[in-house]
């Protein structure tokens, strides 16, 4: 049974309880798309806080600066995001001993 439940594509970690990382890794690769969304919009608030300082600049420019850069990292994030969902479906999510054992 134990030899099946390692061959089944899983990465066992010693113990009774995952550690944060692997709980953030196994919640990544379950909802890629919260996560792209937890990590986009902050972003784009970020950028268009940065932009809202330029007084120099009308509001239509500091939409388009905002668009374009917050285009840029969405997209960036989404790579990033899409590239850990493959490397975690290729290589299995992590579970404990304990869930292993039973």
Sequence with gaps: YQKSVK?????????????IHHR?????AANPIKVLA????PSVAWI???NTGKQ????SVKLMHTRVF???ATISILLGV??????MDYNGRFITEREAND
């Design 56 to 59: 120099h600049l009308d509001f």
């Design 7 to 19: 061959d089944s594509g899983v990465n066992i970690v010693p113990g009774d309880q995952l550690g």
């Design 24 to 28: 953030i890794a196994n919640y990544t």
């Design 82 to 87: 899409i590239g850990f969902k493959e490397f």
């Design 70 to 72: 917050g285009q840029f």
């Design 48 to 50: 268009f806080y940065g």
């Design 38 to 41: 937890t990590l986009a919009l």
